[in-house]
């Protein structure tokens, strides 16, 4: 007897195999575990010897984001906050946002929770028109908030942290006449309020913006330093205001100075729902020095307010910020020069600890205060209200029956402000007030935009006297003042300019950069990204040969703010080793994603510092941004140039990009940067030259036997993880467009078949000759009655039945010969037994007994139509048929697994067999129904048994012999499928081990002459094996790639190019349409029992049933491959009947 194919007894294949993937897997574990402990290791850099500096330092505005509103709610109530009556029980904490100070969105991150109201300065009105615009704060430019239908956004955070922190805030955008781009209250704001057209365009569009957000329930109105002669248009705007937004259910409350004759305060009471009294600016930037607001001053005002503002109107702001008055001009924190400066409280602090000049809280005015002079002769008072302030005012305005609050403003307050803001009459100051957080702000020392900490921050020590009798704070003073973070710069050379690029590398747009750069003899550093550093190092290697400096810009470009410590660590320690892999050097340039734009404005921006430094990294900011990866506006070459050109005076290091989206328009400009500032007397240099360093000294080549093998080891875990994802994107792509080519082909083939058959049957009736009919059977005791009889009720009378009983253990034997005792008797049944040796065995037992020409095959559990074997034995009239197939369908759709496999048959099996008929080289009859020239198949040496799937063997001895093989859809019959997920990958697990045998025993016929080698073989190698195997690829590869791309857009929106995961998805969604299409139009060529409706909402499961089936199959692939290796036995499970048909069953 003929061994099985793949058969192997001593399993050598299979043992050589095995030593094969267990030397892989150690060489493969080995270099991950390297791989891996490098990543996760940081490894010192080499030091780099920094200059000293002598400077003072100057204080800049920032931003320190917390981890989060870490303070529960204080209020007891549920009542949404803008329906608590002001002033009673509890009261309600408001607070005024500010765009134009970082600072603003990190005290609102971390103390929104205590926060009910909230004032954020979003909206402007500057012409007679009644425009409403905002304030971009990165451009410093204005623009439309209402354009029609569609609504500017006027910021991208505040909306999104309240959604996320789910925070019981209700928000009252504040518009106002002050011109953010000036710096200016616009006095001509009478004309806008005594223009009827511009207060109802105004209204209009206020309702508008207001309707844009759940969350806005209302307005906050600040409309100041207009004339006297522009109340009563002021009043007119107010009064229409009241009308629309009370009537829509909104509120608004109006800004209004604590003491100023102009203002009709009863007039606003009983138009608004609350009068923010603004109790502060007693000396301001327009005064002499003195009390921001003196504890005399703010408890006056508010008397004086009450006697004609109801209590229940009225809001009380109180501020925490300060001035410094010169008298000459000073250095502000903004960096201007001024008589005045707006300070705040870190501010005040910082010019303290500078100055070595002790804070003191003026006794008369409660106030805190110092001054200092300087040598040359400059003079510094500094006022400004904190904490202790906010106590004492706080406390005297509950004793006048007020308990609503407001802050001016977010970001510029004393910290410990917020340990006092929900109870300041029980708070005990001496304890609330006594540790003092740090505030927002950051010092720098020296000049540059290369940064290093020298300080981290640190909280200050207070101690406060309380007046037991008026229990207000009446001394303070500071143990140790709250120090924020302090850095030096570095940098500053004089008419030297460095360009860098960020972002790359990019296969488009770097190599043009690089030419630009060779051609102008000029040097660059490029920060490059580690993910498209590792897709293309062929062009990271020619950025290092060309002589340009590298940098560590992150392995993804996420947002550093947003991620933790251990992702940021490893994100530049991954990218560090690549660049040592492929280098063979180790940059200690770093740049953050979003760089540092000029100087740190947060702390989140410096907090990556503390790391990047400790790890021996240096981190290269930039001060001329010329926003070239602006999408809008979008700047031209040109524009980009000057852009440049006019920041030349700002620094020392420019910042481009070469990758991370469209960068062609940088390209073109970058000729004209290069000319233009050489042209201004500027020497191009890179970054090392700015702080005397060498290129070595800041790529120091790998010098270590260990560090060299290291990077060996990680080079080669880089390229294998490179070939996996080449490997992956290329199956993804090529299977996409191989699945849908064959779908077309296959789709067209059929309907020319179904056209053909319908239009030339030409079939002879008269052909009737003698039929056999073979039934194989082993233990089907359940269905082996009702196939036999569906046999005999065949209108094709001119039939012989034989029963193989392949040694059953059941009663089949027993029925088939005690139910059709007068059959036998007749001659039209035979029954025989044999011992059980298998289904092809049994098959080949019965064959010896046929005379016929001709016999049918069926399987013991499968019920035929009436005409089905007269629709197959006529095509035998013509001598160059060998076989003809029969339409299978399930005929049990009792459950999903058994409808899916319906819907599988008809768009799959019977689909693919009726574009084979075409070419007359259908590959498989089916065991279910077929029909078989009797010579023939003898000649062929009947069934062999060193394969599983006889039919299929068979078949291709068959096509091989040179007779064509055809397809009869119109011999319908019913089969039992599995039920359950176990018996389905069972049944294809002999299925497609018994396929891949058949087609490794004809493996001779492959890419030969004919329609057998030409197509049908490939067409079973290509998409019955290779591409089921890796078909879940396709998925995780769709999945990762749209995972990803979110992922990119939500930390890179500007750089994030959707264009490869647009393409993924138009490829994705292609096959889904197409494959839906063309099983829509196997459906409609579907053959049917006249009695029965094909169940076309079987197509409803069709993306869900495919997506299982490639999971489901991969898997059975998987365990064919492993049979087909190892070289045991193949043993087959019997399928389980049920004798349950819904379908073709009488």
Request: proline share 5%.
């Amino acid at each position: 007897m003929a061994k099985p194919v793949f058969y192997d007894p001593q399993l050598k294949r299979w043992r050589n195999l095995r030593l094969l993937l267990r030397l892989s897997g150690l060489v493969i574990t080995l270099v991950a575990a390297v791989f891996m402990y490098t990543a996760l290791r940081s490894e010192a850099l080499p030091q780099t010897i920094w200059p000293e500096i002598k400077r003072a330092y100057k204080p800049v505005r920032d931003t320190k984001k917390h981890a989060g509103a870490a303070h529960g709610s204080h209020r007891k109530t549920k009542k949404p906050p803008s329906q608590v009556p002001l002033n009673e029980d509890e009261g309600l904490r408001a607070a005024f946002y500010v765009t134009w100070d970082k600072g603003s969105y990190s005290s609102l991150k971390e103390y929104l929770r205590q926060i009910d109201l909230l004032y954020p300065e979003w909206l402007h009105v500057l012409t007679p028109d009644g425009r409403m615009q905002g304030s971009d704060a990165l451009t410093n430019e204005m623009f439309d908030v209402v354009s029609g239908t569609s609504i500017h956004q006027v910021d991208d955070q505040v909306m999104p942290l309240i959604r996320q922190t789910k925070a019981d805030v209700e928000v009252f955008p504040l518009v106002n006449n002050f011109d953010p781009v000036s710096g200016k209250w616009l006095h001509n704001v009478g004309d806008f309020f005594d223009n009827a057209d511009g207060r109802a365009n105004f209204r209009h569009q206020l309702l508008t913006f207001l309707s844009s957000d759940a969350k806005f329930k209302g307005v906050s109105v600040d409309f100041e330093d207009f004339p006297r002669t522009a109340q009563p248009g002021f009043n007119a705007l107010i009064g229409e205001m009241a009308a629309d937004l009370h009537s829509r259910g909104l509120k608004m409350y109006i800004n209004v100075p604590a003491d100023d004759d102009d203002f009709n305060y009863k007039y606003l009471a009983d138009n608004s729902d609350g009068l923010i009294l603004m109790n502060y600016d007693e000396h301001q930037s327009e005064s002499k020095a003195g009390p921001v607001a003196s504890h005399s001053f703010f408890v006056g005002n508010i008397q004086k307010a009450l006697k004609v503002i109801p209590k229940d109107k009225l809001i009380v702001a109180i501020g925490n910020y300060g001035y410094e008055w010169g008298n000459k001009p000073v250095e502000c924190p903004e960096g201007t020069h001024s008589n005045v400066c707006n300070l705040s409280v870190q501010d005040a602090w910082i010019r303290s600890a500078e100055s070595e000049t002790p804070i003191d809280l003026d006794s008369d005015s409660l106030n805190p205060h110092f001054a200092y002079d300087e040598d040359d002769g400059t003079t510094h008072q500094i006022w400004f209200l904190d904490a202790v302030t906010a106590l004492n005012q706080m406390r005297a305005a509950r004793n006048l029956g007020i308990r609503t609050f407001a802050l001016w403003r977010l970001g510029s307050e004393d910290r410990s402000l917020w340990e006092i803001w929900d109870k300041p009459r029980a708070s005990d100051p001496a304890t609330k007030l006594a540790e003092v957080p740090p505030g927002p702000d950051v010092s720098i020392e020296g000049q540059g935009e290369i940064l290093r900490i020298m300080q981290r921050p640190s909280p200050g020590k207070r101690v406060v006297t309380v007046d037991p009798d008026t229990e207000l704070v009446t001394d303070e003073h500071f143990t140790r003042l709250p120090n924020p973070y302090q850095l030096e710069a570095y940098g500053y050379k004089e008419k030297k300019i460095a360009i860098t690029f960020d972002d790359g590398p990019d296969a488009t747009y770097t190599p043009q950069i690089l030419d630009i750069l060779r051609r102008k003899h000029a040097p660059a550093t490029f920060f490059l990204i580690g993910i498209p550093s590792e897709n293309d190092p062929g062009l990271v290697k020619r950025i290092n040969d060309e002589g340009h400096e590298i940098g560590n810009h992150t392995l993804t470009h996420p947002n550093i703010s947003e991620i933790s410590t251990w992702r940021f660590e490893k994100e530049i320690n991954v990218t560090e080793r690549l660049f040592a892999a492929k280098l063979g050097v180790k940059p200690i340039f770093f740049r953050p994603p979003y760089s540092i734009d000029q100087e740190p404005d947060t702390a989140d921006e410096v907090k990556p510092l503390e790391l990047t430094q400790d790890m021996g990294y240096i981190t290269v900011g930039d001060k001329i941004d010329p926003s070239d990866w602006s999408l809008s506006p979008r700047y031209s070459a040109a524009e980009i140039a000057e852009n440049v050109f006019k920041d030349l005076d700002k620094g020392n290091i420019i910042l481009l990009h070469d990758g991370g989206g469209d960068r062609s328009q940088t390209v073109r400009a970058l000729p004209l940067i290069i000319d233009g500032i050489r042209a201004r007397g500027y020497e191009i240099v890179p970054v090392s030259k700015l702080i005397d360093q060498t290129r070595a000294q800041v790529m120091p080549p790998l010098t270590t036997p260990r560090e060299v093998w290291a990077a060996r080891v990680d080079n080669l875990a880089f390229w294998m993880f490179s070939i996996v994802l080449i490997g992956v994107q290329m199956i993804f792509f090529l299977g996409d467009i191989l699945m849908t080519g064959r779908l077309l082909i296959i789709g067209a083939l059929a309907t020319i078949d179904r056209i053909r058959g319908s239009s030339s049957q030409n079939l002879d009736p008269a052909f009737r000759p003698a039929v056999a009919v073979l039934i194989p059977a082993y233990n089907e005791e359940k269905v082996i009655e009702r196939t036999i009889r569906s046999v005999l009720a065949s209108s094709y009378r001119n039939l012989r039945v034989i029963v193989i009983d392949d040694g059953s253990k059941d009663r089949t034997l027993e029925i088939a010969t005690s139910k059709f005792q007068n059959e036998i008797s007749a001659g039209k049944v035979v029954v025989l037994t044999k011992p059980n040796s298998g289904k092809a065995e049994a098959l080949n037992y019965g064959l010896e007994q046929v005379t016929e020409d001709f016999y049918i095959g069926i399987d013991a559990d499968t019920v035929i139509a009436r005409e089905a074997i007269a629709r197959l034995i006529p095509h035998f009239a013509d001598r160059s048929i060998g076989a003809v197939a029969g339409n299978a369908k399930v005929g049990n759709r009792v459950n999903i697994w058994t409808r899916w496999q319906a819907l599988e048959y008809i768009t799959s099996q019977n689909f693919e067999r009726r574009a084979l008929d075409l070419l007359g080289a259908v590959t498989v009859v089916p065991g279910a129904l077929g029909a078989w020239r009797t010579e023939i198949v003898k000649k062929a040496g009947g069934y062999h048994a060193i394969t599983v799937a006889e039919d299929a063997d068979l078949t291709m001895n068959i096509l091989r012999s040179g007779y064509r093989v055809i397809y009869e859809d119109r011999a319908l019959a019913y089969t039992e499928a599995p039920v359950s997920a176990r018996g389905l990958m069972r049944q294809r697990f002999r299925w497609s081990f018994g396929i891949l045998q058949a087609v490794w025993k004809n493996r001779g016929a492959l890419l030969r002459r004919g329609a057998l080698g030409w197509f049908a073989l490939p067409n079973i190698v290509i998409f019955q094996i290779m591409l089921p195997l890796v078909s879940p690829l396709i998925d995780v590869m769709f999945i990762v790639s749209a995972v990803w791309y979110l992922i990119d857009r939500h930390f890179h929106p500007y750089a994030a190019n959707p264009a490869t995961f647009q393409k993924l998805v138009i490829y994705f969604v292609s096959f889904l349409i197409i494959d839906f299409l063309a099983s829509s139009l196997a459906f409609a060529l579907e053959r049917r029992d006249p009695r029965q409706h094909e169940d076309y909402w079987l197509l409803a499961d069709i993306w869900i049933q495919r997506f299982t089936y490639r999971q489901v199959f991969s898997v059975v692939l998987f365990k064919t491959i492993k049979r087909a290796i190892d070289g045991r036995a193949f043993s087959w499970e019997k399928l389980e009947r049920t004798a349950a048909l819904s379908h073709g069953g009488d």
